[in-house]
């Protein structure tokens, strides 16, 4: 959708804030790499230099990762998402483990106490596709599907700030994840979450909490 000039905003301002919503939103995932200049100057209909101008506003706020000779990747969701990233990148692993089981424990927990059917379906799809993914053997797929599975256990929770600060530290949780399994899936590495949706079914907050403790306990030795 074409932009226009206005008054009070500079259209350098407009071109940010449509593409940080086209990245907000997902049409643009993380890791993705998005449309090149020349596609972005005939969608949005501005100049290439207020093109080059917002996506260098957006690498410097953490959100995109401009790659000579490759393209522009998503490497944030948010300004707080890239700030979280460059903040724990170089993170012990254990001490990434140790964050993600607080937060993953305690949604869980409170998912089987606040989760609802249309949440439940959304549990099945989710570890369906997580399911789906390992099978495949594709390792990025795979670590987004887990990904995904754990938003919305945590989306369960119906704790907004819970949801939002687990989104941002989405991209830390991923390469951590990555660094995990490698390059390859092997079928003796494979975690099953089938406890974590079970006990939230069964509205169980303390059972739901420690599988989903456990089971980032077991991630330490094989993915999760």
């Known amino acids: 959708m074409p ?3 206005a008054r009070r905003t500079p ?14 939103s997902g ?9 090149t200049e020349s596609a972005l100057v ?5 100049a290439r230099n207020t093109i080059r101008e917002a996506v260098r506003a957006l690498a410097h706020n953490g959100l995109l990762d401009i790659r000579q000779g490759s393209g522009t990747y998503v490497l944030a969701t948010s300004e707080l998402a890239g700030v979280m990233h460059r903040r724990f990148a170089d993170s012990e692993p254990a001490r990434v483990a140790e964050l993600r089981a607080a937060l993953e424990a305690s ?11 249309r949440d439940l379906e959304l549990l099945d799809v989710a570890l369906r ?3 789906d993914a390992w099978r495949a ?15 919305v256990v945590v989306a369960a929770a119906h704790n907004e700030l819970l949801t939002a600060l687990y989104a941002d530290l989405g991209e830390v949780l991923r390469a951590h994840l990555r660094q995990d399994i490698g390059p390859v899936l092997t079928a003796d590495r494979y975690v099953a979450h089938d406890g974590i949706v079970d ?3 069964r509205g169980d907050p303390e059972s739901a909490s420690a599988e989903a403790a456990g089971a980032i306990g077991r991630c330490r030795a094989a993915p999760c």
């Open 27 to 35: 049409e643009w995932p993380v890791g993705s790499r998005i449309p």
């Open 137 to 151: 053997g594709e390792p990025e797929s795979f670590v987004q599907a887990d990904a995904a599975f754990h938003q």
């Open 129 to 131: 596709r997580r399911e």
């Open 107 to 117: 949604a869980a927990g409170l998912a089987a106490a606040r989760r609802t059917d």
């Open 11 to 24: 259209l350098s301002d407009q071109v940010i804030a449509q593409l940080r919503g086209q990245i907000a």
């Open 199 to 201: 006990a939230v079914r």
């Open 3 to 5: 932009l226009s000039s």
């Open 42 to 46: 005939e969608q949005l209909g501005v």
